[in-house]
């Protein structure tokens, strides 16, 4: 059974920063693409970033380009999203996702969901 974990949210004025990490357990996390999505009141979940099995690729949507950072530390189990310049529209829960399957970019859907972690950006 994959579990996943994250932790790092809370409360942050805008333009400052926060890094989530994303713990997983239940199978060989160093042969599966990663990613980070969220969720704002009233909206439907979205992409955020993804990252494939080494590293070495990485997506991003438009929003957050330039300013946030997946990156995973495989010996670890962990995959991190580095937020920089954050602004009050990137308040959200924000969710760590794993596929069934898929060690590149894109895999073939997102089927494991962390519980979240609440992001809280002021104005």
């Known amino acids: 059974q994959v579990q996943l974990v994250e932790s790092g949210g809370g409360l942050v004025q805008a333009g400052g920063s926060l890094r989530l990490s994303c713990a997983a357990s239940?199978?060989?996390?160093?042969?599966?693409?990663m990613g980070w999505f969220r969720q704002a009141p009233g909206k439907e979940r979205e992409f955020v970033a993804d990252?494939?099995?080494?590293?070495?690729?990485?997506r991003y949507a438009d929003s957050v380009k330039g300013r946030f950072t997946i990156s995973r530390d495989n010996a670890k189990n962990t995959v991190y999203l580095q937020m920089n310049s954050l602004k009050p529209e990137d308040t959200a829960v924000y969710y760590c996702?794993?596929?069934?399957?898929?060690?590149?970019?894109?895999?073939?859907?997102?089927?494991?969901w962390g519980q979240g972690t609440q992001v809280t950006v002021s104005s």
């Open positions: 990252i494939n099995w080494s590293g070495g690729r990485t």
């Open positions: 996702a794993a596929p069934v399957a898929g060690t590149d970019l894109p895999p073939m859907g997102y089927n494991y």
């Open positions: 239940g199978r060989t996390f160093s042969a599966y693409a």
